[in-house]
């Protein structure tokens, strides 16, 4: 017998319990039944990666998700989408624009989250490499196998900023 040892077994079943789930964004237009098959797709591959996927269908949308809280802890961005024009200022004297990309990259609430540009095919890949180098790091083509998917996701949430949250916190007491 030893003191507290009731309190064990309780604490234990707490700290399994205690998973925290992360949480994507993604940003992608259904215009067809192609994209549509697509995005139920993606939402499954998330959530075998025990990611919670929350659907954002247009670029306005998605912006307007991103900066609610709870925070997400990554954004998958249509490259048609991410280039939209999100803002646009005529009254001072010089025009102000901003697309998807740029709107999530100057918020102070968005601005942290990575994002992974989601390109069709390799000609796309290298035009938003080229367009968003400043933006962003991370891309996947659409036909990005689930392994390889799931690779980029894990060294997106290895940084050391994404270690800070309190869900890697739940994930290592859990351990």
């Known amino acids: 017998r030893k003191l507290g040892m009731e309190l064990v077994i309780p604490l234990l079943v707490d700290a399994l319990s205690e998973q925290g789930v992360r949480v994507a964004l993604v940003i992608h237009e259904v215009a067809s039944d192609a994209d549509r098959n697509f995005v139920n797709k993606l939402r499954q591959t998330l959530i075998s990666l025990n990611l919670f996927p929350v659907l954002a269908t247009s670029g306005e949308e998605g912006v307007i998700k991103a ?38 990259s100057l918020d102070v609430r968005t ?31 659409k036909s990005t196998h689930k392994l390889d998917f799931q690779a980029l996701l894990e060294k997106i949430f290895e940084s050391p ?11 290592l007491i859990a351990k």
Not at 71 to 96: H, L, N
Not at 123 to 135: C, G, M, S, Y
Not at 161 to 171: I, L, Y
């Open 111 to 141: 601005r942290n989250i990575p994002r992974v540009i989601l390109c069709s095919d390799e000609k796309e890949l290298a035009d938003a490499q080229v367009e968003f180098k400043e933006n962003t790091p991370w891309y996947a083509k």
């Open 67 to 104: 900066k609610q809280f709870p925070t997400e802890d990554v954004i998958i961005v249509q490259k048609r989408v991410a280039s939209q024009i999100y803002f646009r200022e005529t009254i001072t004297r010089k025009q102000e624009t901003e697309n998807i990309l740029r709107a999530l």
């Open 161 to 171: 900023e994404a270690k800070k949250d309190s869900k890697d916190r739940a994930d």
